[in-house]
């Protein structure tokens, strides 16, 4: 079975410095979510922490709404590149 694709959602789909944007449940688009915890891993340069070959920080989101999800920032050279996906219960 193909995995379903989802986005990170904002309020008003800007991020900008001026204007808070608030982060949406991406399978539902709900307002609240809470976070859960904060893990950092390691890719030791190596693919193991995500797609990229460097490090990564997952922010671990429960929306009242029901579904659980993450933030993550994967860093890699210089480079940093942002995603969520859909998780398991905490
Ligand atoms: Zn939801």
Same mark, same amino acid.
């Given at each position: 079975?193909? @995995?379903?694709? =989802? =986005?990170?959602?904002?309020?008003?789909?800007?991020? *900008?410095?001026?204007?808070?944007?608030?982060?949406?449940?991406?399978?539902? +688009?709900?307002? =609240? +979510?809470?976070?859960?915890?904060?893990? @950092?891993?390691?890719?030791?340069? +190596?693919?193991?922490?995500?797609?990229?070959?460097?490090?990564?920080?997952?922010?671990?989101?429960? /929306?009242?709404? /029901?579904? +659980?999800?993450?933030?993550?920032? /994967?860093?890699?050279?210089?480079?940093?590149?942002?995603? *969520?996906?859909?998780?398991? @219960?905490?």
């Amino acid at each position: 079975m193909k @995995k379903k694709t =989802y =986005y990170l959602k904002t309020e008003d789909d800007s991020l *900008c410095d001026l204007k808070l944007s608030k982060l949406l449940c991406p399978v539902c +688009n709900g307002r =609240y +979510n809470h976070k859960t915890r904060i893990v @950092k891993r390691s890719g030791h340069d +190596n693919y193991q922490a995500w797609k990229g070959r460097g490090n990564l920080i997952e922010i671990f989101m429960h /929306g009242e709404c /029901g579904h +659980n999800w993450s933030l993550s920032i /994967g860093f890699h050279k210089g480079e940093s590149f942002i995603f *969520c996906k859909q998780t398991r @219960k905490r």
